[in-house]
């Protein structure tokens, strides 16, 4: 491709005459959960790119689920661009044991930011996050787009499944009934730097971590671990979602979600041992078979994220590296807090 045809593609990436994404840097972004794993992941991301208008606010600045707070920051800031990362997020676990406030919550902010951003009529573009948890648990693999509400999501996941259902389908209906040019990305599995570390909140990677870490410095014999290790699960780093995320925005004007997935499926079994190894712990791992354990096989099929130009590049071996390592400094940092509490 010549220099002059690339130059081209960047102010007028979509056709419609509008600069694109990734040459309107100087215009306001607002990213809404810059402080959540994949909110701040896409913040590093756009100021790595050199955009110098980037707008954030802490939820006590900002209460996305309170409707007249999301109206006045819409028509005070006017930003021209929105990705949606905010919400309320654990695994299956948490979710099941708080199904209203998972529902409400999330609900309440997709509804206010997407319908605030329509409102305001300043937003150019809007991107919604989704998750690999709208497909029904007996979706085809790996699971095409086409396959959401071909059947219900897996029990347990519906809490989270539903609000994110709901946003694919406001922002078809906002394309479809003012024009609005907003879309969805649906990742499957994530991980990554500001991955929680509490048990109540924490997705698999950083809960095993956790466990393997505490066994490993106590002496334990063993550590329990919920299932058989039998099902398979994708994941993918939150830094390569953060590059997605702004292939979509530069790239994609369309009113079908695109799935988000890194394509290499591991059992969480193989998953276990790799933490164990990147932890050093050299105890036994003890697989409780009569815990719950989800879906059998949970892989997207990414083939459009791929035409888009989009492909991995963090390894998963050296993404539990790096959160290990995160973990660790998290450690010393609590211990030395600690210290300095009975100095």
Known sequence: MSSQRRSIEAVDANGDGAMSFLADKSAKVFVAGHRGMV??????????????????????????????????????????????????????????????????????????????????????????????????????????????????????????AIPKITGIKMCQAYRAEFGMDAIVAAPNNLYGPCDPFPSERSHVIPALIRRFHHAKATGAAEVAVWGSGAPLREFTHVDDIADALVVLMDRYSGAEHVNVGSGSEVSVRELAEAVREVVGYEGRVAWDASRPEGVARRLLDSSKMRKLGWEPKVALRDGIKELYHIYLRHQWDAKIKRDLAHA
Request: net charge neutral.
């Open 39 to 160: 909110g701040s992941a896409i913040h590093r991301k756009l100021e790595a790119l050199g955009f110098t208008n980037v707008v954030v606010r802490t939820r006590a600045e900002l209460d996305l689920a309170f409707q007249p707070a999301v109206e006045a920051f819409f028509d005070a800031e006017r930003p021209r661009y929105v990705i949606l990362a905010a919400g309320k997020v654990g695994g299956v676990h948490a979710s099941s044991a708080a199904p209203a406030q998972y529902l409400t919550q999330n609900l309440r902010i997709t509804m206010n930011v997407v319908g605030a951003a329509q409102r305001c009529g300043s937003v150019r573009k809007l991107l919604v996050l989704a998750s690999s948890t709208i497909y029904p648990e007996d979706a085809p693999q790996p699971m095409p787009e086409s396959a959401l509400l071909s059947g219900p999501p897996a029990a347990g996941s519906e809490w989270y």
